[in-house]
């Protein structure tokens, strides 16, 4: 039997693990099926407690497999702070006089874009993604990683500001990956070839060539 990726909580007796899926309610708050957040505490307030500073149309954006670690937090766009003049404070927020002559500022300023995080992605305890940026399916963040710029597919980041420590794959074997796109697959074809996600036991393991087959 597999997990039904509907299920608020896929693990009976540990709710500390939930399925982002059918826990989001926020339009700005995209995320697929058999994405899982972990965390002691409360992990049903996922959407209040780790992704932050949603006051524009940014949004969060996340794949299929994914796995977040407890304390990862997700900064939109909102967090920016106009940095043109001598001042950073945001006088626009406190209405008033200052939201009117500072408002036309803000709504000009340039924004990063949606975050998005890609498939197969494992985000480690307290890791923090700042706007805009962009994680590559198969991607790894270490723990309390501070990730300011954008992380390559199948790539290894870790550090303050997150910098890659390594490629998981040759480069042959990620595109292999890639084109294979493993996460869309049927979950029952899923299920068949799982096994062989955990078998290799080189250094710096191989890509079945056979997974050419499913490559769109």
């Known amino acids: 039997m597999t997990p039904d990726p509907l299920a608020l909580h896929p693990l009976p007796g540990h709710e500390r693990v939930v399925f982002l899926k059918p826990l989001v309610t926020s339009p700005k708050i995209v995320v697929g099926e058999y994405t899982y957040y972990d965390d002691p505490d409360d992990p049903t307030a996922f959407e209040h407690r780790n992704v932050l500073y949603g006051y524009g149309p940014e949004r969060l954006v996340i794949g299929r497999f994914c796995a977040i670690a407890a304390g990862t937090r997700f900064l939109l766009a909102g967090a920016e702070h106009l940095m043109l003049g001598v001042s950073t404070y945001p006088f626009t927020i406190f209405g008033g006089e200052w939201a009117a002559r500072t408002l036309d500022l803000v709504t000009a300023m340039p924004s990063r874009g949606d975050t998005v995080v890609g498939n197969d992605v494992w985000i480690g ?92």
């Open 125 to 216: 305890y307290q890791a923090t993604i700042l706007p805009g940026v962009r994680i590559g399916d198969g991607a790894i963040i270490a723990a309390k990683s501070v990730v300011t710029s954008d992380v390559p597919p199948y790539t290894i980041v870790g550090g303050n500001p997150a910098r890659p420590i390594r490629h998981r794959f040759e480069p042959e074997d990620i595109e292999r990956l890639r084109r294979a796109a493993w996460w869309n697959w049927p979950v029952e074809l899923i299920t068949v070839a799982d096994q062989r996600m955990y078998r290799h036991k080189a250094a710096r393991p191989t890509v079945p060539r056979s997974w050419s087959l499913y490559a769109s």
